[in-house]
Structure formats: structure tokens, C-alpha cells
């Protein structure tokens, strides 16, 4: 397998609701005037509490300065992994899933925190650049690491610096942070960049005008529900993650729906922001997800974390995520 | 819908339909502009076209792609490509026959939803359709749909699932699970079958070019490369691929698939479509972004596969079919060079022929070709009369005859050449007869003729020479001889004189000067007045008035000559006769040159012949021996000098006999070159010469190789064989070097090269015994490293042993054979080799081996390859 490492400095940063409209100008631009920014890497996820914001320095250049904006100090870079196709088992996990043993795993036996963005297309593994060192260090051996520079993938090499990296403990992972499920179901989908103009007023409407007026029919909605929207434009690529009502305001043909139509429910982590230093959140998840062969996405935000299972297997993977954290 | 670039689509068996498709698709027809059907619907393409709108489909939004039907029924079926990846196929301007009715609609839909990029029909199992799409995490990114498939079971099982897409599908139209998965992980962009198996395609992925065989699918052939989009074969020639990537072309060659055989000069703007041309080989023609002209790629006399070293010739030329700028184009499948191009906005569309380079080529005979497209056109020359004769009085003509009649290769009796070159050119029978009796005094010299010095050079360099270095004339008064009239005339005496009269053939050989041999040969070529005027001028005027009789009274003569002969016989010396003043002034009246040049000579002073020398009809040969006899020492030179500057401004082949063949001569040739062309005849003389002086001259050779050229452009292979033997024998210098030699099998060098120094043809293995005497022979080792040589696989004797010495095949009518026949034994020693197992021996050997069992023959060779046999 390749673990290519992605060209991008990206910023994370989390803009707060009531400040949102000074950063509208700047993230329009982002999401739908692509060709007028030198841009590649952008996500913009609303939950609840904030929009949080993914860029790189290209794009964060069109982002004011307020003092609504908090911004993690560290420099992220992105890491995906490209499976080398070979033998196509029929029923391969998507998500974090595939990656959670080979990758999220040994990342969190090495302290190396990370922050995930799964998006319709592939799963970007978010590290510090000051760990890149050490996240080379630890997945040699299971890939073959690329770099992407100046848009040539380029192989590299595990530096060999080993000199003070501990070896790790391989200690069991309990569950610490708290779980919930909202009751609303999801959708993991994209578009045409071509037919984005013809969406971008409800898309606008849908990222910034959802905290207006309520839509008939949301009062009546219990309070387990959640607000929660996902854009992303990374490389050309567009990814939407909405709930089931929001996709219904599209015009037939215009999303990319697979042919089943899976819909996904929502496991959400952390009663208190996360932070970005504590590492092994994601693997505490996603490796029972992964002993199942549950199919998960996983979206990271700036204060909690998100996964998104199947529907189907919701009540499972709450069983076993809530076994863990008691097993404690 | 925004940003949908429009395409065109030809109908693969309807030549006047195509389809036009941008946000939706258009049917049209092409026909002639003001055919009866035109109607207020028609769109103007081009002066003598225009198109008909048949059909709209708006059925399936978001096109991305778009793919015809390959096979004839049914007719008009489209598969579309949509945004979200799913395959629609669709109709157009049908009546909803059964055939169609089945398929259209029906949907091909992949499991995740993507892009779909790219579509290609299977040419042959036209029930194969490859969709190529966008990557989506891990899942695959070219499917192969089989368009026959009912819906499967599957999909009625997850029928269930499908709320978000389903509202609008009827279910059983649906098709979820394809006949094939390839390119796991990755993204496709462009696809298209090969030709040279329908079961191998070939996809434009994410970073690579990769060939997927449906046999085998777990296994793929792929080439890293950014060249991925808008892959095609080249139709006439399939192992050829072209593909692009932003503004560049490469050119892939499958065979040699590591890389591009050729990449084309890179377009500042990205490329938007490839295309071969289906109607001619080897013409890509190419459309960048925002341009209104077309790039075409000429490849036809690109060699195929290219070498490393060879820079390719490619013919790179752009059309503009039209003002506006191009969305697309498409050649037409059969109309030649045809295409039909659509504007990038509002639906523009112009029908264009590109029009072919034309080539134009003289052939080695008289004709003109000239080629476009796939037209020939032979050109001759329009009907006017005599362009037949122009064409016979044509040198190149001419020439080629002569070289089928053998010209020039007779080298004997050299003055029959002039016979082979059809016998009717006097400066060519000139020509022939003073290299004749040239190369007759040559022969002379060296036989009995003991002239002083180095005279064969004097030979050969003409009359103009020997004069000049004429010396010790004597001057003779010699009565007429037959006439009562006693007064002399003077004429001059020496052997140069003798010589010179030689080369002009008056008197033949020995030292007998007299004419009447030469004479009596002109009696037998009926050249009555030449016959007459040379006895005159040998002062025998009874002969000359017999002459003229024997020509009067001989069938068919002109009984004319009988009143010249009456007109002779009255001569008188008396400078103030009657006769004379008659003589004199009616002369001039006769029509033949020799006839008047006799009075001229009866009725000149002595010493002032200008009416004889100034003749110009007469022939040089007798006029330069004439002079020769009656010219002084002071006098002749001079005139000499005068007929030779005038021979040589009209480059008039007579003055060869004056020049010779020297440097004077290859001025004359030169003039005459200039003036016919005739370098055959040019070449064949001057090979006659001298080695030494006029063969290295640079205009020599230049006549020589361009003769050679020249057989060869008539493809007269073996003519030119034989000029070059002949050439061979006359100038030894002109012969190629050896290009055969034996290596020794040990150190690979030439078993020739190192005993002579310098190889020469044949010289190197007469050592070896592969001719010459058998006692002779020693060298029975390479003389490089001493290694022996290849055994005889009869004899087992070493290459370079005689047969004789060795006992051979012990049948004892073989020797006999080889005593009785020197020749063949000599033959018998040569070495030979089987081109298959590399066994050999004498060439005697061998052959009697042959002769031993014609039965076994074929074993032979297997007899000697085995191993327990003596090899070597």
C-alpha cells in the first residue's frame, strides 16, 4: 500500500456562529469561485457549536482576521492512502475502517495525534508537520511513503532517526470521552463541479442560513437531532455530508447518490472540546468499528469528533463502543 | 446547463447522419444545398451542403459523454455517460422498432456514484460497453457492462435500498452489477478497445496508461505517464496509440510500450481532442482550447516502429474550417478527409474537406504523376501533333533505348556501337569510328606498328596533337595519276601525317598508304561521292570518274552522277578555261558537299583550299585528311587549331578525332553534354580513354554516376550491372573493395584482412586454397590467433588444404573427375558453408555428398549436426 503525503500546509480553525457573516465574502469565494483562489485544499463543516474550517495557506489568505476566528496553531499536513488495487475483495470496508489497524493504529501507539476528514471521495489523515518525522518513522514499514511536491509524486525515505523515539506500549484502548447519537441520518455524497453553479444559492442557503427561519416541520423534530453540514472542494473534488431533509431540497440526478442509497447515523465523541493534543481518540473508535467490518467515515471538527456508521449497524456499534467504555 | 463543451458523433453506417451533443442530443442530416428536401429548417454547412435537424433528444441531462451503437441494428442507440455516472441508453429519431425498444432506457448504474468520463463501445462484441469514472475511495473505475444483461437479481434485492434514486426508475431497467471491474482505486479518463484484439482495453487512468485483458483481469500492462486523456487508435495502423495531456501529444507505440516513439511539439493551450483520420493513414488531427484552427499531424512516411537514432518526419500543417472558434470535430467515416466542425457556442456548424498536399513526381520515362488524396493523375502531354517525335527525339528517350540495345558495350568492333544507337546520328558514327581506329592504332603500336617514343599517348591525343609535333615533312609533287595532265600538285609527307591519316581512317594498316581499301568500303556503303572525292584527292581522277559511274549504273543509283563524271573528265590545269570558270561558279549549285568539294580542289591554286576546308558539310574526318595531305607545316596547324575551337563551341562529337581523348576532348564532351545531355554516350567514351588523364577528371565522373543514376531510376538493374563490369574492366579504379569475408570463429577477425594488407576482391583467399594452385596452399590457421581453420567435414581436413591432397570421399571416378577438369578442381577447393547448422567443406566434397544419395539429401545437414559426428 501507499501513503502518499500531500503537498498542502493546512490550517484548521474554527469560526464561531454569530461571527460567520464577516467570513462569508472569503468562504463563497472558497467554495464556489474556486478558479478566482489558488486554493486546493478547503472543508467547511458546521456543527452545533462552530464552523470549522480546513485550508490551506493559499485559502486561508482570503479568510479576515476576528477575534471570532480561533485558529490551532500547528501546521497540518495530509496524509491518504492509496491501496495499490491488487486482488478487489468483493466487500471492501470504506472509511476509516480500512485504515483504522494499518495506519490510526499505530499513529496512536506513537502519541502522534491526528485529525480526520473523510470525505465522498478518500479519507485524509490530518498530522502535525512537526510529527512528520515521526508518523514516517512509524508507518515505513507498512507503506510505501510519497510525497507529493510541485504536483510530481516522489518517493521518499524513512530518514532512519531513531534516537529518542520510545518504543511504545501496547496498552488496550478504552473508550474515555462520552458518546452520542443524534437521530437524524446522513448522507455521503457529491456533485458535478460542472452543475455547482445551478446549486450554489441552496447550498449557500444551507451552509449559512440553516440557524434562520426553521423549516416546517423541524420544531416537531426531538431534541436528539442535529444540525450538521459538511462541504469540502479538495483538489477539484467536491464531498457533501447532510442530513436526509437537507438532500431533498436538491433537484433530482444533480447528487451523486450510490446505488443503494446507504444512509449513515451519526456516533458523536466528546462531552468537552477534544483539543488537539490528546491522541487515540479516532483509533478508540475505529478499531472495534474495524474488528466488525463496520464501515465508518470519520469527520473531525475543531471541538468534537464525528463517525458515521451504516444505519443498519448503529445499535451495534453503540453496543460494542458503550461495552468498551464500561469494560473500564 | 453551464459548461457542457459541445461534441459530434458521425453515424457509424449512415454516412449523411450525425449527432450534435451538448445539453442535449441533435440528430441532423447532410445533403446537398438546394436539393429538393430543402426545407426553411435547413442550416448551410458549406457552399455545396447543409444540414437538416431530424431529431432532439433533451431526455438525459447532464451528459458527460456520449457513445454510438457500433453494429447496424438497432440503428440510432446512443449510450450517454451522465454527471453521476450512471449509463443511459437513449434513442433518436426512431420508430420504436423491438430491437431498440428493449435497450433504450435502460441504465447502467455503478455503485458508488461518479463522473463518468469516458465510453467506448466493443467493436466486436458490441454488447460490451466500458465506461470509464471518476476514483471513488476503493472502488473500481472502469466498468464493462453488458447491455444485454437483464437486471439482476441483485438489483432487486437492493431495490429496497434505493430511496433517494429510485422515484424516477422503473427497477427493471436498472442494471447495477457489471460484466466486468477494473482499475480498483483509481480514476479513468479515457478508454478505448484495441483493434488488434477486441478483448484488450486500453485506459487513460489517474497517473497511467494501462491495457486491461478481459481474459485475465487480475493481470493489467501499464506505463506510468501524465498522456492519459483522449486515447485512440490509430484505425489503420493498431499498434499505434495516440493520447494527450494538456497541450502535448505523445505517440505510443504498443509493441514498444515503455514509452512514447514520439511526443509532438507542445500547444500553449490544453488539447481538448485527438482524432486519426479514418479515410487516410497516419493524419491526427488535433483541437487545443479557445482556437479556431484545426492542427494536423501528417505521419504517413513516419517509419513504423521509429528507431531510437531517426528523427521522424512528421508534416505538421493547420486548416481553419471556419471564423469561429471550435467546440469539436469529427471526420467523416468514409468521405475522404472529411470532417465536420461545431462552433464552441451556438451550435455552429461547418462541413469542411481537408484538402490534401499534393505531390508531384517526374517518372524516369516521360510522364508526370502527380497524387492527392487517393488520386492519381498520369499527365501527358496535350494531343498536339509530334509530341510522339518529341518524345522519340528526346535524349532521355533515346538513352533508354540504347541502353535496352546494349550501346556502348561493344568492345570489339567499337564502330558498331553507333549502329546499336540506331545508326542514324553522323557525330555518333564520328564519334564511334575515331575511337575504333584509336584504339585499332593502340593495338597496332604494341602488335607490329614500331613508332617511336611514347606514341601510344600521341594515339590518344588526337590529330590536333600529332601535328604540332610532326616533324621532317617532306614534300612530294605528285603527277595525277589516269589523266594526260602532267602538273603536280604538292603534298605533304610524314609519319605523323600517316598516323593522322590513319585515325581518319583513309588508310589502313601497315605501312601501305594506299586508299583503295577504304575506298572499295565506301563502294559497299553506296557513299559514291565521298568514294569519288577521296580518290580525287588521292589525285587518282579515273578512279573518281569510275566511282561515280559504278554509282550512276548501281540499282536505284542517280544518274546524275554519270554528268558529274563527264563534268570530271574535261579537267584542265589551264587557269583561264572555260571549264574552270564554269567549274568554279556553278560548284556551288550542286547539292551534295563531297561533289562540290572536288571542283573546289580541281579548281583551287595550290596551297588556298579554303573551298575544300571551309566545307562545313563535309565530314570532319575527311576534310582533317585532306588537310593533312595538302597543307604545309605552317598552314595546317593553324587550320587544324581553327576546326577545333569551332568543333569544340559546338560541341560537335566529329572534333573527338581532333581533341582525342585528352583534356581538349572532355571540353568538347563537356559542350556536347551541355548542349544534349547525352551522358551515356559521354560516359561510354570517355571510359575508351587513357585511364591515367581523362577518368579522373571531376565532369568524367560526373557523367558516369549520373549515368548510373540514371539506369538505375530505370530500374535497368542489370544493365547497370553490366556498365559497372564493363566499367570495371576499362577503369580499374572504379572497382568496390571486397565486402565478403570469412571470419574466423576464434577472434572474429577476417582470415583475409591480416596476410594482405590491403584486401583486395578475390586476392585474400587464394591463400586459403579457395582457388588457385593446390600446391601453393599452406595457410591452414587463422593468422590472427593461430587458431586452425574449420575442418572439411568430409576430409576433415583443415580449410586451406587442397581436396587433391586429401583422400576424400575415397571414390576414386571423383578424382578422376578432378584431374580430368582443372577448372572445376580449382572450384572443388573453395569452402563452403551450410547457412543452417554452419557445416561445411570443400565445395567438391560437398557436392559429390549431394550426388553420394540424392535420397538423403535433407538428412545431410541432420547426419552432420550430430554431435557424435566429426564438427567443427
Known amino acids: 500500500m501507499e501513503l502518499h503525503i500531500l503537498e498542502h500546509s493546512l490550517k484548521v480553525a474554527s469560526i464561531e456562529k454569530e461571527g ?18 489558488r486554493c486546493k485544499f478547503f472543508s467547511l463543516t458546521e456543527t452545533p ?25 500547528a501546521t497540518w499536513l495530509a496524509l491518504n492512502v492509496v491501496s495499490g488495487g491488487g486482488n478487489a475483495s468483493n466487500s471492501q470496508p470504506i472509511g476509516v475502517t480500512k485504515i483504522a489497524k494499518s495506519v490510526i493504529a499505530p499513529l496512536a501507539d506513537h502519541n502522534i495525534s491526528v485529525f480526520m476528514l473523510s470525505t465522498y471521495q478518500t479519507d485524509f489523515i490530518l498530522v502535525r508537520e512537526r510529527d512528520l518525522p515521526m508518523v514516517m518513522h512509524t508507518l515505513s514499514s507498512e507503506f510505501t511513503l510519497l510525497r507529493v511536491v510541485n504536483g510530481e509524486t516522489v518517493a521518499v525515505h524513512d530518514l532512519g532517526v531513531t534516537n529518542g523515539f520510545v518504543k511504545p506500549k501496547l496498552v488496550p484502548r478504552p473508550i474515555i470521552h462520552p458518546l452520542s447519537s443524534p437521530s437524524n441520518m446522513f448522507c455521503v455524497t457529491s456533485l458535478d463541479p460542472d452543475t455547482l453553479p445551478s446549486v450554489a444559492t441552496l447550498l449557500m442557503d444551507v451552509m449559512f442560513y440553516s440557524g434562520g427561519p426553521k423549516e416546517p416541520g423541524a420544531s416537531s423534530e426531538d431534541s436528539n437531532h442535529i444540525r450538521f453540514f459538511s462541504f469540502s472542494l479538495i483538489e477539484g473534488y467536491i464531498s457533501l455530508v447532510m442530513d436526509e431533509q437537507t438532500t431533498q431540497r436538491f433537484p433530482n440526478n444533480v447528487l451523486f447518490t450510490s446505488a443503494s442509497g ?22 478508540q473508535i475505529s478499531e472495534p468499528l474495524a474488528t466488525a467490518d463496520i464501515p465508518a467515515y470519520y469527520i473531525s471538527t475543531f471541538k468534537f469528533d464525528h463517525a458515521l456508521v451504516p444505519e443498519e449497524n448503529i445499535q451495534s456499534v453503540i453496543g460494542a463502543l458503550r461495552t468498551k467504555s464500561t469494560a473500564q | 446547463m453551464s459548461g457542457s463543451k459541445p461534441d459530434i458523433l458521425w453515424s457509424p453506417h449512415h454516412p449523411d447522419r450525425y449527432v450534435i451533443c451538448d445539453s442535449e442530443l441533435g440528430l441532423y442530416r447532410i445533403g446537398p444545398v438546394g436539393s429538393a428536401e430543402t426545407k426553411a429548417g435547413t442550416l448551410p454547412l458549406s457552399e455545396e451542403t447543409a444540414a437538416t435537424l431530424l431529431a432532439i433528444n433533451s431526455d438525459t441531462p447532464y451528459m458527460k459523454c456520449v457513445a454510438w451503437y457500433p453494429k447496424h441494428e438497432p440503428e440510432c442507440l446512443l449510450a450517454v455517460g451522465q454527471a453521476n455516472g450512471r449509463v443511459v441508453l437513449t434513442s433518436l429519431g426512431q420508430s420504436h422498432n423491438s430491437a431498440c425498444k428493449e435497450l433504450v432506457g435502460k441504465e447502467f448504474v455503478p455503485k458508488h456514484a461518479r463522473q463518468c468520463n469516458t465510453l467506448a463501445w466493443n467493436p466486436v462484441d458490441s454488447n460490451l460497453l466500458a465506461a470509464g469514472l471518476d476514483k471513488h475511495r476503493a472502488d473500481f473505475s472502469v466498468l464493462i457492462w453488458d447491455i444485454s444483461s437483464k437486471f439482476s437479481p441483485e438489483a432487486s434485492v437492493t431495490a429496497e435500498k434505493i430511496r433517494l434514486s429510485s422515484v424516477d426508475l422503473d427497477s427493471s431497467s436498472v442494471v447495477t452489477k457489471p460484466l466486468y471491474e477494473l482499475g480498483q482505486n483509481d480514476a479513468c479518463l479515457s478508454l478505448c478497445w484495441l483493434l488488434r484484439d477486441p478483448k484488450l482495453l486500453l485506459a487513460g487512468m489517474h497517473r497511467n496508461l494501462a491495457i486491461f485483458d478481459l481474459r485475465n483481469t487480475s493481470q493489467k500492462t501499464f506505463v506510468n505517464t501524465k498522456a492519459i486523456q483522449g486515447v485512440t487508435v490509430d484505425p489503420h495502423f493498431h499498434d499505434r496509440v495516440a493520447s494527450f495531456f494538456e497541450g502535448q501529444v505523445a505517440i505510443w507505440d504498443l509493441r514498444k510500450f515503455e514509452k512514447p516513439v514520439l511526443t509532438l511539439t507542445e500547444q500553449p ?21 479557445d482556437s479556431n484552427i484545426i492542427r494536423l499531424y501528417d505521419m504517413q512516411h513516419t517509419p513504423t516502429p521509429i528507431g531510437d537514432e531517426t528523427e521522424p518526419t512528421i508534416i505538421e500543417r493547420s486548416v481553419q474550417p471556419c471564423e469561429s472558434q471550435i467546440g469539436s470535430f469529427a471526420w467523416h467515416p468514409s468521405s475522404q478527409n472529411r470532417m465536420v466542425v461545431v462552433s464552441a457556442a451556438n451550435r455552429v456548424m461547418t462541413d469542411f474537406t481537408v484538402f490534401e498536399r499534393i505531390s508531384l513526381a517526374w517518372s524516369s520515362t516521360t510522364s508526370l504523376m502527380w497524387a492527392c488524396g487517393r488520386h492519381l493523375y498520369d499527365c501527358v502531354e496535350d494531343g498536339a501533333e509530334g509530341v510522339e517525335s518529341a518524345i522519340e527525339k528526346d535524349i532521355a528517350t533515346r538513352m533508354r533505348q540504347r541502353a535496352q540495345s546494349r550501346y556502348g558495350h561493344d568492345t570489339v568492333q567499337v564502330w558498331r556501337n553507333h549502329l546499336l544507337a540506331g545508326g542514324n546520328d553522323p557525330q555518333l558514327k564520328s564519334l564511334w ?4 581506329y584509336i584504339l585499332l592504332m593502340i593495338k597496332l603500336t604494341d602488335l607490329e606498328l614500331k613508332l617511336p617514343g611514347n606514341k601510344q599517348s600521341v594515339v590518344y591525343s588526337g590529330i590536333k596533337n600529332i601535328v604540332k609535333s610532326s616533324s ?22 610524314s609519319e605523323e601525317r600517316f598516323l593522322a591519316l590513319r585515325l581518319c581512317g583513309w588508310i589502313g594498316r601497315g605501312p601501305d598508304i594506299d586508299v583503295e581499301i577504304f575506298l572499295r568500303s565506301l563502294e559497299q556503303e553506296r557513299e559514291w561521292e565521298r568514294a569519288a572525292a577521296v580518290a580525287l584527292f588521292n589525285l587518282d581522277i579515273r578512279r573518281a570518274i569510275q566511282i561515280l559511274n559504278k554509282g550512276a549504273t548501281a540499282e536505284k543509283g542517280d544518274l546524275n552522277l554519270n554528268v558529274v563524271a563527264m563534268a570530271l573528265s574535261g579537267y584542265t590545269d589551264e587557269k583561264s578555261s572555260l571549264w574552270r570558270e564554269m567549274c568554279s561558279s556553278l560548284r556551288l549549285q550542286l547539292k551534295n558537299p563531297y561533289l562540290c568539294v572536288m571542283f573546289a580542289f580541281l579548281t583551287s591554286e595550290p596551297g588556298a583550299y579554303d573551298g575544300v576546308l571551309n566545307e562545313s558539310s563535309v565530314a570532319v574526318r575527311d576534310r582533317v585528311a585532306f588537310a593533312c595531305m595538302f597543307l604545309s607545316d605552317a598552314q595546317l596547324p593553324r587550320y587544324i587549331d581553327k576546326l577545333t575551337n569551332e568543333m569544340k563551341d559546338a560541341g560537335n562529337l566529329e572534333g573527338i578525332l581532333l581533341t582525342g581523348l585528352t583534356k581538349d576532348g572532355v571540353d568538347l564532351m563537356e559542350s556536347y553534354v551541355d548542349r544534349t545531355g547525352d551522358v551515356q554516350t559521354a560516359s561510354f567514351c570517355m571510359l575508351k580513354g587513357s585511364p591515367g588523364d581523362v577518368l579522373k577528371d571531376p565532369r568524367v565522373q560526373c557523367w558516369i554516376e549520373n549515368y548510373r543514376n540514371l539506369l538505375d531510376a530505370w530500374r535497368f538493374w542489370h544493365k547497370r550491372a553490366e556498365f559497372d563490369i564493363h566499367r570495371g574492366k576499362l577503369d580499374a579504379s572504379s572497382k568496390p573493395l571486397a565486402q565478403v569475408f570469412v571470419s574466423c570463429n576464434f577472434c572474429g577477425k577476417s582470415i583475409s584482412y591480416s596476410c594482405s594488407a590491403m584486401p583486395h576482391q578475390g586476392r585474400g583467399f587464394s591463400q586459403y586454397g579457395v582457388s588457385g594452385s593446390p600446391t601453393k596452399s599452406k595457410v591452414t590457421s587463422c593468422p590472427g590467433c593461430r587458431k586452425p581453420l574449420p575442418r572439411c567435414a568430409l576430409c576433415l581436413m583443415n580449410m586451406g588444404t587442397p581436396v587433391s591432397n ?21 572450384f572443388n ?17 560437398m557436392l559429390s555428398w549431394f550426388r553420394w544419395d540424392t535420397q538423403e539429401k535433407l538428412q545431410m545437414c541432420r547426419y552432420f549436426c550430430n554431435p557424435l559426428v566429426q564438427c567443427f
Not at chain 1, 263 to 283: H, N, S, T
Not at chain 2, 275 to 287: E, H, I, K, N, Y
Request: net charge neutral; glycine share 10%; aromatic share 8%.
Open chain 2, 806 to 826: 586429401c583422400p576424400g570421399t575415397g571414390k576414386s571416378d571423383e578424382k578422376m573427375d578432378l584431374t580430368r577438369e582443372n577448372k572445376l578442381a580449382q
Open chain 1, 262 to 283: 446507504e444512509l449513515w447515523k451519526m456516533v458523536r465523541i466528546g462531552g468537552q472540546p477534544l483539543g488537539f493534543d490528546e491522541c487515540g481518540i479516532v483509533a
Open chain 2, 433 to 436: 569510328f575515331d575511337l575504333f
Open chain 2, 472 to 493: 621532317g615533312t617532306t614534300e612530294s609533287r605528285k603527277c595525277w595519276s589516269g589523266s594526260d595532265r602532267q602538273t603536280d600538285v604538292p603534298r605533304f609527307l
Open chain 1, 49 to 73: 457549536e462552530d464552523y470549522t474550517i480546513i485550508v490551506d495557506e493559499e485559502g486561508f489568505k482570503e479568510l479576515p482576521q476576528s477575534e471570532h476566528i480561533s485558529v490551532a496553531d
Open chain 2, 829 to 845: 577447393n573453395w569452402f563452403t558453408w551450410c547457412h543452417n547448422c554452419r557445416h561445411g567443406g570443400h565445395a567438391g566434397h
Open chain 2, 269 to 289: 493551450k490544453p488539447l481538448t481532442k485527438v482524432a486519426w483520420c479514418p479515410t487516410r493513414t497516419g493524419l491526427l488531427a488535433t483541437l487545443t482550447r
Open chain 1, 20 to 37: 460567520i457573516q464577516i467570513c462569508t465574502h472569503g468562504l463563497i469565494k472558497l467554495a464556489f469561485l474556486a478558479s478566482k483562489t
